[in-house]
């Protein structure tokens, strides 16, 4: 069992950035794969990126790539997601997700731990 607590959403301008945080607790940390996923009002969830255990791999959707960057540091138990030039339409609830092995994955289904979720409202 893995528990997760993301942190880090706000409100900021168009164009401004925000870094997320995902602490996680339970079984070690390093043992995961984990994911950033967000859903927006009246929306469907949507992947937005994934880093395998090691961290040696990462993959983004395409609208958020070469914006956004996923970290980890396994010795804290946590995940980031940093967030720059932000667009009105990123604007969503991110939520942070576990699987347990190394590889990265892009399914919902693929994940078994998900956070509550932290909302991110970027104005025009």
């Known amino acids: 069992q893995v528990q997760l607590v993301e942190s880090g959403g706000g409100l900021v301008q168009a164009g401004g950035s925000l870094r997320l945080s995902c602490a996680a607790s339970g079984r070690a940390f390093s043992m995961y794969a984990m994911g950033w996923f967000r859903q927006a009002p009246g929306k469907e969830r949507e992947f937005v990126a994934t880093?395998?255990?090691?961290?040696?791999?990462?993959d983004y959707r395409n609208s958020v790539k070469g914006r956004f960057t996923i970290s980890r540091e396994n010795a804290k138990n946590t995940v980031y997601l940093q967030m720059n030039s932000l667009k009105p339409e990123d604007t969503a609830v991110y939520y942070c997700?576990?699987?347990?092995?190394?590889?990265?994955?892009?399914?919902?289904?693929?994940?078994?731990?998900w956070g509550q979720g932290t909302q991110v409202t970027v104005s025009s």
């Open positions: 880093i395998s255990w090691s961290g040696g791999g990462t």
């Open positions: 997700a576990a699987r347990s092995g190394p590889l990265m994955a892009y399914s919902q289904g693929d994940y078994g731990y």
